[in-house]
């Protein structure tokens, strides 16, 4: 779990970056099934919104 937990922290940093320098991403990431239990049951809220 802490594996995909990872992946997906290091996908929504790479995002807010592109965001932040006037590239957004062409797919933005989604989180998958397993990064919201994982987020879930650590007792992590929803992320918070990018500010385009």
Known sequence: ??????DAVLEELL????????????????????V???RR???AGPAAPVRR
């Open 1 to 6: 779990m802490i594996r995909w937990l990872h």
């Open 15 to 34: 995002d807010r970056a592109g965001y932040a320098v006037g590239d957004p991403p062409a797919r933005p990431v989604r989180w998958s099934l397993w």
């Open 41 to 43: 049951l650590l007792g």
């Open 36 to 38: 919201r239990v994982g």
